[in-house]
């Protein structure tokens, strides 16, 4: 079974947002080889149980404060309702922690405990707030948890070009991505230089629009956009785009 129906199947969003079709391009050759995989941002759950399947020898870790606010100020109910199942039922090959993305001292404390246990993730994936602060210092802090040849995948950079993420002065995660792919070098207003460049040495950067490829220099960060006519409830019909930043370490 393919990404996309697993996905449909659990009812994620990153099936009509594209990324399934996306993320099977790059991990369908790992499935069976992957043994652990991060996500930030777990929502009620979908996308963790999506995972569950389709990497059978891997333990899913999700990490969200289930508060039930976005990072663009939206809420939602019943935020800690698949957490609270989680502990619950003690679901197999699933490990969550309550964690503010947006605090560093939290995402220390993470960080700390994974390199105790010595564990390496196999893809980290970002779904998380999509506040360019949070974006950067969770970069920053989680990078040195992806094991040589891994993934690691910020969801929805679209919201770099978007109002409500706290884009300003230059300061966006698309920003900080096209100067490393230009020049080399990673910076951010959020975080220090020596974090930042602790791990990322080249760069290899594809862009794929429309499904046509277009090669740049030697690889190891993608781009990947995914766009859709989507109709609303008026019988409108509006261009939906998604953009997918995916960093392999070298």
């Not at 508060?67 to 663009?72: F, I, M, R």
């Not at 105790?116 to 210092?137: T, V």
């Not at 602790?198 to 960060?221: A, C, M, Y």
Request: glycine share 6%; aromatic share 12%; net charge negative.
């Amino acid at each position: 079974m393919i990404l996309r129906e697993i996905g449909e199947k659990y009812g994620t969003d990153k099936v009509v947002h594209g990324f399934c079709d996306i993320y099977d391009k790059y991990f369908s050759a790992e499935r069976e080889k992957v043994k652990n995989i991060l996500e930030i941002g777990v929502f009620f759950g979908s996308s963790i149980l999506m995972w569950r399947e389709y990497f059978p020898n891997a333990t899913v870790w999700g990490i969200d404060s289930f508060e039930g606010v976005q990072g663009n100020k939206q809420s939602f109910k019943d935020a800690d309702k698949f957490y609270n199942a989680w502990k619950e039922h003690n679901y197999s090959s699933i490990s969550l922690r309550k964690i503010d993305q947006g605090s560093e001292s939290q995402l220390k404390i993470f960080r700390d405990e994974i390199e105790r246990e010595e564990i390496k993730f196999d893809i980290i994936i970002d779904d998380g707030s999509h506040l360019m602060r949070d974006q950067q210092i969770t970069l920053g802090y989680l990078q040195c948890l992806v094991n040589p040849k891994g993934f690691y995948v910020i969801e929805d950079t679209h919201s770099s070009l978007e109002a409500g993420y706290d884009v300003e002065n230059g300061n966006s995660t698309l920003d900080m991505l096209n100067k490393y792919m230009a020049a080399g070098v990673m910076r951010s207003k959020y975080i220090d230089v020596s974090v930042l460049e602790e791990r990322i040495d080249f760069i290899k950067h594809e862009h794929l629009l429309h499904g046509n490829p277009v090669p740049w220099q030697n690889t190891s960060v993608f781009r990947e956009w995914y766009d859709e006519n989507i109709t609303d409830d008026k019988g409108h019909e509006h261009c939906s785009v998604s953009l997918t930043s995916i960093i392999q370490f070298n």
